[in-house]
C-alpha cells in the first residue's frame, strides 16, 4: 500500500474503456469506509457518467478537457440535508446550520474523496481532482439540483490512464513535518526547501513561458491571484449562506 502511494500521479488521460459497474461500486464502497465525523456520514457523491452531463458540468471547471474526456465525473458534496431529515424525523433538533458544521462535512467529503482515488488506483484507475468545484459552486449546485444544506466541495475525474505522466515533485519531508512544536522557517531554508521545485525544467518553462521572474510569480500573478481568490471567496460565502451554513 506504501509503495502503492509512493506511485501516485495525477491522471488527466484516459482511454475510452467503461469502468465496470461492479469494479466501480467497489471502489466507492472501499471509499465510503473512510473514517468520517461522528460515524455521520456527512457527504454524498454524485456520479455523473452521461455525456450530457458532463457537458454541462465542464463550463463550471473552465473547461478542463478531462471533465468530459473522464468516463466517470464524481462530485463529492459536504451533506447536511440527509442528516438533518433524520434527526426531524427522530423527534431531534439539528443545530447543524453554522460555519463549524460545514467544515465538519467538508472535511468528510475530502476524506471520502481521498479514499476513493487511493481504492482507484489500487484497482489501476487513474483520477485527477478538480479543484474548481468551490470557485462556482453555486453553478453546479443548480446543475446537479442540491438541496439546502448540501455544499459541493471537490470533483474527481476517474478512468483507466491513458498516460503515465513523470512524478512530479514534493518538497522534501523535512520541510513539512515539524517535531513537537511548529519550527519556523529561516530565509535559507525556505531557498533550499523550494530550490528542487524552481529549477525543474517544466517550472523553468512554466515561469518563462509565462514571462515572469520567479515561480513564485506565476502562483500568485496568474494561477492563484488576489483578485480571483477575492472574487471567488465572496461567491463561496454567499453559497454557504444560501445552503443554511452561515447562522453563527
Ligand atoms: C483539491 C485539488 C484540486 C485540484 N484541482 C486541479 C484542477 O482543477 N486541474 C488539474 O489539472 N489538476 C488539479 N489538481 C491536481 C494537482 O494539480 C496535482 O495533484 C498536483 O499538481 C500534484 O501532482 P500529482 O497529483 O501528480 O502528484 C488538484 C488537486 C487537488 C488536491
Known amino acids: 500500500m506504501v509503495n502503492q502511494l509512493l506511485e501516485h500521479r495525477t491522471i488527466r488521460k484516459y482511454k475510452p474503456d467503461v469502468v465496470e459497474e461492479d469494479?466501480?461500486?467497489?471502489?466507492?464502497?472501499?471509499?465510503?469506509?473512510?473514517?468520517?465525523?461522528?460515524?455521520?456520514?456527512?457527504?454524498?457523491?454524485?456520479?455523473?457518467?452521461?455525456?450530457?452531463?458532463?457537458?454541462?458540468?465542464?463550463?463550471?471547471?473552465?473547461?478542463?478537457?478531462?471533465?468530459?474526456?473522464?468516463?466517470?465525473?464524481l462530485t463529492f458534496c459536504a451533506d447536511f440535508n440527509r442528516f438533518n431529515l433524520w434527526c426531524k424525523l427522530n423527534n431531534a433538533e439539528p443545530g447543524y446550520d453554522n460555519f463549524l458544521s460545514f467544515m465538519t462535512a467538508a472535511i468528510d467529503s475530502?476524506?471520502?474523496?481521498?479514499?476513493?482515488?487511493?481504492?482507484?488506483?489500487?484497482?489501476?484507475?487513474?483520477?485527477?481532482?478538480?479543484?474548481?468545484?468551490?470557485?462556482?459552486?453555486?453553478?453546479?449546485?443548480?446543475?446537479?439540483?442540491?438541496?439546502?444544506?448540501?455544499?459541493?466541495?471537490?470533483t474527481l475525474t476517474v478512468g483507466w490512464p491513458d498516460e503515465h505522466p513523470e512524478q512530479v515533485d514534493r518538497l522534501p519531508l523535512n520541510a513539512v513535518v515539524h517535531q513537537e512544536t511548529y519550527?519556523?522557517?529561516?530565509?535559507?531554508?525556505?531557498?533550499?526547501?523550494?530550490?528542487?521545485?524552481?529549477?525543474?525544467?517544466?517550472?523553468?518553462?512554466?515561469?518563462?513561458?509565462?514571462?515572469?521572474e520567479t515561480l513564485a510569480q506565476v502562483f500568485t500573478d496568474i494561477r492563484y491571484k488576489k483578485s480571483d481568490n477575492v472574487a471567488f471567496s465572496k461567491m463561496l460565502l454567499e453559497v454557504l449562506i444560501r445552503q443554511g451554513f452561515m447562522n453563527q
Open 110 to 154: 475530502l476524506l471520502v474523496a481521498q479514499n476513493v482515488t487511493i481504492a482507484a488506483e489500487s484497482e489501476g484507475l487513474g483520477v485527477c481532482y478538480v479543484g474548481t468545484t468551490t470557485y462556482l459552486a453555486g453553478k453546479i449546485i443548480d446543475i446537479l439540483k442540491l438541496p439546502f444544506g448540501v455544499v459541493p466541495i471537490t
Open 183 to 212: 519550527a519556523d522557517y529561516s530565509r535559507e531554508e525556505i531557498i533550499r526547501y523550494y530550490s528542487e521545485k524552481e529549477n525543474r525544467p517544466d517550472n523553468l518553462k512554466f515561469v518563462s513561458e509565462n514571462s515572469k
Open 23 to 73: 469494479l466501480f461500486n467497489k471502489v466507492l464502497e472501499a471509499g465510503c469506509r473512510a473514517s468520517t465525523t461522528g460515524n455521520m456520514q456527512l457527504y454524498s457523491i454524485i456520479v455523473t457518467r452521461s455525456d450530457e452531463g458532463k457537458k454541462a458540468l465542464a463550463p463550471c471547471h473552465f473547461n478542463q478537457p478531462m471533465v468530459v474526456n473522464a468516463p466517470i465525473v
